[in-house]
């Protein structure tokens, strides 16, 4: 913990979509988030529904399934009531599937775009009159992919790419049409990390492999992820608006 007056996130209040995995990006970002001095509200659909969760530590727990729209005011209502408002959101809430196109069924595309793309639409459409009216200096981060930016082809299918392609079309939009509004909004692209999305799925020959194609040798961490998006959430990255950051290790330089 560092001092206040040196805190990035000092007297910020944050939505984290996608945070309950204790080994997944999302709960690096809240660890961050509150070392920082923000107070946060983690949304997503492992936790129980509550209908006054309290906050605790600086934190609230909200259940919330982003592919639903009422369930995601809800869980901004929740927020809102227990935060006092917010500054940051951080749409990080997402599923992988390795699928290929040749077994790739519609309900299965669709539960993709659902949950990835318009879940991101739903909180950020949701939250958005909060973080019209902050004067804390508002910002939008959401996690996107090397996936969307190499065409796929690891774990991720066709379905994943395209998700998270619409996810940095809708940021870099976001960032032109809230920007004289005084909201900020920008990327994530994280390459390999080690959460319980990629931990064990390539088998040792594939994982070497991989490494060895990656300049800096190695996969990346969760909290390097979340490194990248503190920056974008803060008030570091204050004249930077539609922008991708890329947390990839070198894996894909373009
Ligand atoms: N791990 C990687 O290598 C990697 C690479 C690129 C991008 N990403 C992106 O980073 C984000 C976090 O991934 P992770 O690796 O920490 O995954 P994870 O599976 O550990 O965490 C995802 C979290 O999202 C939650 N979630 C899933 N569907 C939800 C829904 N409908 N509503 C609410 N919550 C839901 C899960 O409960 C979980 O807590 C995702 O958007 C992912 O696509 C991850």
Partial sequence: MTDGA???LAGKRAIITGGANPRGIGAAIA???????????????????????????????????????ASCEQAVTRATQALGGVDVLVNNAGIVAATRIWD???????????????????????ALPRLLESDRRPAIVNLGSTAALRGGGLLG???????????????????????PRGVRANCVAPGIIETDMTLGKFGENWEQELKQGIPLQRFGSPAEVAQAILF???????????????????FHIH
């Fill in 104 to 126: 790739l069924a519609e309900d299965e595309f669709r539960r993709m775009l659902d949950v990835n793309l318009t879940g991101t639409y739903n909180v950020t459409r949701a």
């Fill in 6 to 8: 040196s805190q990035l």
């Fill in 157 to 179: 299918g066709s379905h994943y790419a395209a998700s998270k392609g619409g996810v940095i079309s809708f940021t870099k939009a976001l960032a032109r049409e809230l920007g």
């Fill in 232 to 250: 974008l959430a803060s008030d570091l990255s204050s004249y930077s608006t539609g922008i991708v950051v890329d947390v990839n290790g070198g």
């Fill in 31 to 69: 660890h961050q988030f509150l070392a920082q001095g923000a107070t946060i509200a983690v949304l997503d659909y492992a936790y129980p529904d509550e209908a006054e969760p309290a906050l605790a530590g600086g934190r609230v727990n909200l259940h919330c399934d982003v592919a639903s729209m």
